[in-house]
């Protein structure tokens, strides 16, 4: 096994399962028989279009006689259908082996910087590893969105203002800017009302009168926000925050 070959050959399945070829050989052509291909390559077993030759290669090699043998060329499928029939320290033997070689295959194709001159076994062997690639960079990058929707999804009312002030932030910068600042707090506002069933514009006009009753300066009366005004009600609070957490994830703000 010093070269990268496209497939592995029964011969050296025999060397790492300890057995003799030729029963090797006879294993092999059981699974074939089993498998139930037919000259129109219809599988019984499957139904579907496939031949024992995506698994198996029928071949043949020289022994030390220089004679001509039969033998077979297993694929990577092939070694893994191989590989079920076999239990305990020889099975996991071969697994390893095989998974080996394959490996050496795939470190192969990465250090090759044109693909083009790859035998078709290894280009495939290729397009399987890049997608293997994407797949992960796509699961990672998935993963990635899993955490941040949880840590929107995870918001707590302890420190529900300041958390729900970072979500309206981006979900401002998504929808435009600074300029979008006062169109975003209305929607969520209003998105409140609707649900709770008040106005937090009558209630913090009233709040403004209480206070002016109370003596509190003009200044003091005008830097309350309907914010203010959530902040005294807990199902406020509690409406207000799924609110903003649903927007949050409408922009896909993570």
Not at 157 to 176: A, H, P
Not at 232 to 249: F, G, M, R, S
Request: aromatic share 6%; charged share 30%; proline share 1%.
């Amino acid at each position: 096994m010093q070269t990268i070959e496209r497939t592995i050959t029964s011969n050296e399945v025999a060397e790492m399962v300890g057995r003799s070829h030729d029963n090797v050989l006879k294993d092999i052509r059981n699974i074939i028989k089993q498998i139930g291909d037919t000259k129109n390559g219809e599988s019984s077993i499957t139904g579907d279009v496939k031949t024992h030759e995506s698994y198996f290669i029928e071949s043949t090699y020289l022994n030390s006689q220089n004679k001509e043998l039969p033998n077979y060329m297993l694929t990577k499928k092939g070694c893994e259908l191989f590989s079920t029939r076999m239990t305990g320290a020889k099975g996991t033997q071969f697994a390893m082996g095989y998974i080996d070689r394959f490996n050496q295959m795939e470190n192969h194709i990465k250090q090759q910087s044109d693909t083009s001159n790859l035998s078709p076994e290894l280009q495939m062997f290729n397009g399987i590893f890049q997608s293997l690639v994407k797949q992960e960079q796509a699961t990672k990058q998935l993963e990635s969105k899993v955490d941040n929707i949880s840590d929107i999804v995870g918001v707590n009312y302890t420190n529900w203002r300041e958390e729900c002030n970072k979500l309206i932030n981006k979900v401002v910068n998504v929808r435009g800017g600074f300029d979008e600042h006062k169109n975003v707090r209305s929607e969520i506002h209003k998105e409140v009302d609707k649900r709770a069933g008040v106005s937090l514009s009558i209630r913090l006009t009233n709040k403004r009168r209480r206070m002016a009753d109370n003596g509190v300066s003009v200044s003091q009366r005008n830097k309350l926000s309907k914010t203010d005004v959530i902040a005294e009600d807990k199902k406020l609070i509690e409406i207000y925050t799924v609110v903003v957490k649903e927007l949050a994830i409408k922009y896909k703000v993570f």
